[in-house]
């Protein structure tokens, strides 16, 4: 069984990439204010990214000039935090002549650090897939440089949305993984569950022990959460016997190829080289597209709507779970919220037909 | 620690330029490179975009290695107008490349179309210059017309190696032709060779792996003995941009060299 044990020698060498842990979690309580003044101190040491409600369009996370403009309320940003680790278009390398000789030269990589707070725990986990991809037997210096020099705060979801569905893809509206610290907001404050040495390094100094009565809070909380989502189901363990069904030509055909679904997934990480003459670009692409696999010759092995919204389905909850053992994807809901013709990829996985194996 | 820039290319200069069809040159390197018959590079035409491309001549050719590229879209484009003393840019070697300890004290039938004919030609040379390791080897090479025929300068010295037969064929007769014509498969049926202890390494256009497959299966080649070299439009080389996906694999690391038996449910 050659296959197998390469798969699983791929298993191994991917080493998931997470801070050092704490051998044992530290729990604190701290006012919201004392939070907030925290991360003023912070300011001028690190830079601050937050979600921020810009009026009529909606939540995003952004850099903070002020943290006042942080939200940590219970709505869902827009997009995922992704695009601080995997930029939208990020230049890998310049290219030039010198003393007409050709040269190519490193991009510089950004020193600040960075704390990113407010992610929500489908989005932390999100990044411990992408560290699967871009943090594997070939490195991505500027994805790596970006995780290195960034402190995960995340936020506990309060109230998840009605098309989330992160219990069904083995996560929870309270998973820590892939965060060094993360919020829990209850009535005057937050509770604090720090779990890295870099969070640890952070917050560790301000804030108190909670009391008694919050523990139960708290664990009331966790317990509660998971409880409020709606849609629940089994992704079938092997798609391949279904690879050639009409049920994608059927599913697929309202698909408008927008590729919305692409660009707002935290955990969709296709992407194109392109050249824009002395400096080479790495942009986010998506599988939706028609061109994204067309090739020189006029042939694409991916020449309509089904083959490309199979890839999809079948590159997350087929392809990567044979490759790495866990789906790629956090259930989030994003590509269910945003996609224009309400197409929505958890039915569309847990009606596939029954040739599929459970 | 820093990681090293996975993307940065190393440069290379031209150091030579052969036409070997009226859209096909073959790109000659001056890079010193450790590869396998079957691996492909990332080729940095600077300001018009990367392109990959299979090494066509054998590690045991060296130093230097040749690429054979046909004038197709951007970049190939872009290829064809460079010169002698050019400099481009190249990533990699990619892939796993050919199996070549398994095809040890082996018959090896090769099967090419076309272009296809560039990855073969490294394999090829590689056992005609370790020629004691195989047992017989038998070339089967097709393209539209005699025009379109590849490496035509190494036909006489791969007929007159050992034990090692060549059968050229064109899809139409031509005047002034004198070898085989008709498609790939169908010369197969033909030439009937030997399927005991053999392997069978195919690399074409996909119309023309598709009907050669069954042809194969037919005289007796299990799956598993049939290797095929596949390309898609591989961007990235190292399995992470998303392009090459064919089932769980991607071509740029887990192949391009593949058994049918792996690839047979997704080549259609």
Redesign the interface.
């Known amino acids: 069984m050659p296959?197998l044990i390469?798969m699983t020698l791929r298993i191994l060498l991917n080493r998931v990439k997470t801070d050092t842990l704490l051998k044992k979690n530290m729990t604190k309580f701290i006012k919201k204010e004392d939070l907030y003044k925290l991360l003023n101190s912070f300011l001028k040491d690190f830079e601050i990214i937050g979600p921020k409600q810009i009026a009529n369009k909606g939540i995003f996370y952004e850099p903070l000039e002020s943290i006042e403009d942080l939200y940590l309320g219970e709505l869902f940003a827009i997009e995922p935090a992704k695009k601080f680790f995997l930029e939208s278009s990020e230049c890998?390398?310049h290219?030039g002549f010198l003393d007409g000789?050709?040269?190519?030269q490193?991009?510089p990589l950004p020193d600040k650090r960075r704390i990113i707070i407010g992610l929500r725990p489908c989005e932390a986990k999100g990044l411990i897939l992408l560290d699967k991809?871009?943090d594997s037997?070939?490195?991505?210096?500027s994805y790596?440089?970006n995780r290195e020099k960034s402190v995960i705060v995340g936020l506990a979801c309060a109230k998840p949305d009605k098309s989330c569905f992160c219990t069904s893809m083995d996560g929870s509206p309270t998973g820590s993984r892939g965060m060094d610290v993360l919020l829990f907001a209850v009535e005057d404050g937050f509770i604090v569950e720090i779990y890295s040495d870099k969070g640890k390094e952070a917050f560790s100094s301000l804030g108190k022990e909670p009391d008694e009565h919050q523990n139960k809070t708290l664990s009331a909380y966790k317990q509660k959460r998971s409880e409020l989502i709606g849609k629940n189901f089994k992704v079938p363990g092997d798609l391949?016997p279904i690879?050639?069904s009409d049920y994608w030509d059927k599913v697929s055909f309202p698909c408008l190829s927008c590729g919305v679904c692409t660009y707002l997934c935290p955990t969709c990480?296709?992407?194109?080289?392109?050249?824009e003459?002395?400096k080479?670009y790495?942009c986010n692409?998506g599988?939706a597209f028609s061109n994204?696999?067309?090739?020189?010759?006029g042939?694409n092995?991916r020449p309509t709507k089904k083959e490309r919204y199979r890839?999809r389905v079948?590159?997350k909850f087929?392809?990567f779970k044979?490759?790495f053992g866990e789906n790629l994807c956090v259930g989030c809901g994003r590509c269910i919220r945003h996609c224009p013709v309400k197409m929505d990829i958890s039915e569309i996985v847990s009606n596939a037909p029954s040739g599929a194996g459970k | 620690m820093e990681t090293k820039n996975i993307y940065l290319p190393r440069l290379a200069e031209i150091t030579d330029i052969k036409q070997e069809t009226p859209d096909i040159k073959t790109f000659k390197l001056k890079l010193s490179l450790v590869y396998k018959p079957g691996q492909f590079v990332e080729f940095s035409v600077f300001g018009e975009g990367e392109a990959p491309f299979c090494i066509s001549n054998s590690p045991t050719r060296g130093p230097g290695i040749e690429c054979s590229v046909k004038m197709t879209g951007k970049v190939t484009q872009a290829l064809h107008e460079l010169n002698i003393g050019d400099t481009v840019g190249i990533r990699g070697p990619y892939g796993n490349g050919f199996p070549v300890e398994n095809l040890k004290n082996k018959n090896i039938l090769f099967v090419a179309g076309g272009i296809g004919l560039a990855p073969l030609r490294s394999l090829i040379n590689y056992c005609l210059d370790r020629r004691e390791d195989f047992k017989s080897i038998t070339i089967v090479n097709g393209a539209r017309s005699s025009n379109d025929l590849v490496y035509k300068d190494e036909y006489p010295i791969w007929e007159k190696a050992k034990d090692t037969r060549l059968y050229l064929t064109v899809d139409c007769q031509e005047d002034n032709w004198s070898c085989m014509v008709g498609v790939v498969p169908r010369i197969l049926e033909q030439i009937k060779p030997v399927c005991q202890d053999s392997v069978a390494i195919v690399c074409g256009p996909p119309i023309m792996i598709k009907y050669t497959m069954p042809v194969l299966l037919k005289l007796g080649f299990c799956p598993e003995a049939i290797m095929t070299t596949l390309e898609m439009k591989m961007k990235c080389g190292m399995g992470k941009c998303g392009r090459c996906n064919i089932g769980p694999l991607y071509i740029c690391k887990d192949g391009p060299v593949f058994s049918y038996a792996q690839v047979k449910n997704y080549v259609s």
């Open positions: 296959a390469k890998l390398f290219s000789k050709a040269t190519v490193d991009a991809v871009f037997e070939y490195k991505d210096r790596i440089n391949s690879f050639e990480h296709c992407f194109e080289l392109v050249d003459g002395r080479m790495r692409d599988c994204f696999t067309l090739e020189a010759s042939w092995p890839q079948f590159h087929d392809y044979k490759i």
